[in-house]
Every structure is written in structure tokens, then in C-alpha cells.
């Protein structure tokens, strides 16, 4: 059968549990699914690849406009707020996450491990971990993994003393004032659209999606 399409899922104050691999709030496993429009809060505890939103993203999956404010927990590796593993030619485009993020290795606040696209993304969340630790990303697999357009919250991280350890472009750490400016999303390079998919409380929030009442895309 073709691919699952997710759309328009809204998940609030869930609890997933368990000591498997690929856990998430929304889906644990995605070959070659979209989720669009969706989200989860709540808290979510797992083993390996675990996110907020998707434990493991592979085949060419794709996330947009999707977004996490769930607690995330794993005993093992790849773990983020969002997507806890990103695979070759998977991507994230529009996302963000908040909400604290606890792992060991390869922990980071929208994703663990990246090895896909992202574009258009921010982490503004507590990130704790042993090793390979990233306000943003935990780990970005070099010659792979490509990072575009996107930011964290380097007051709020406990990432900031290791960097944004994946090197890709466009991981921008900022203070929380300027991540509250429709200005660090639109000035050049960065071209966020604040007219169609972002808006912003200038001073007093983070970007945010606006609400269709049309219901589509």
C-alpha cells in the first residue's frame, strides 16, 4: 500500500511508555509516512529513538508544520523533543518543539540524530545528556545531514556549555529575547514565512503556526 499520510492530528497531555526502540508520542515508526499539521504534548519515555512527536523518521518521511511540547525521556540513544532519529533523505520543514528533553547519548532539543533535511525548525527546551548533546540537533551526520533556517534557545538549553554539537548549517543558537523577534527568522538568510504558515507575538512568544480555519494543506 502507498505511504501513511497523518494530518491535522492533535494529541494533548498523552503518557507513552515503554523500553522499546521508536517510540513517539504521535508515531513510534515512519517509513516513507508524512505527518502534517499534527501535534502531541504530554510525556513520553522510551529506549532508543524517541521524540515528542516520532521516534524514527526513515524511506523519505516527511514532517511539516508539526510541533511537540512534550517531556522526553530515553535510556538509550537518539533522543529529542520532536524526532528522535531522522534518516538519509527524510525531512522536517516548519517544526518546533519545546518541553524538556533527558537521554544519554546523542540527545538534542528538536532531534537526537540527523542524517535528513531540516529547514525551518527551533528547540526552546531543557536538554540534558552524556554525550552528543545539542541545543538543537545531538548529533548531524557530516556529508548527510543538512541544517538550514534554524535555531535554539541557548538561555533555556543546558546544551549551551557543548555547543550545538552537528555542525550543519544554520544551527543558530540565540537568547530567548531574539527568538521572540519576527526579525531573527526573516532577516537574510533566513526566509521564514510569516505570511502563510508562521506568525509571532512580538516580544512575548516564539513563532508559532497560524490556524487555517480553512483547514487546508
Known sequence: GSPAVISHAAITNITVSGLATNVGGLVGYSNGGKIVRSFVSGTIEGGSNVGGLLGRNEGNGEVNTSYATSNVSGSGVNIGGLLGKNASGSSITNAYASGSVTGGDTVGGLMGWNGGIIQFTYAANGVTGTSNIGGLIGENTANIGFVSDSFWDNVISVATSGVASGDGIGITGAITADLMKKGTFTTSPSTWDFSKIWTIN??????????????SG
Do not use: C
Open 202 to 215: 512580538e516580544g512575548t512568544s516564539y513563532p508559532y503556526f497560524i490556524v487555517s480555519t480553512t483547514n
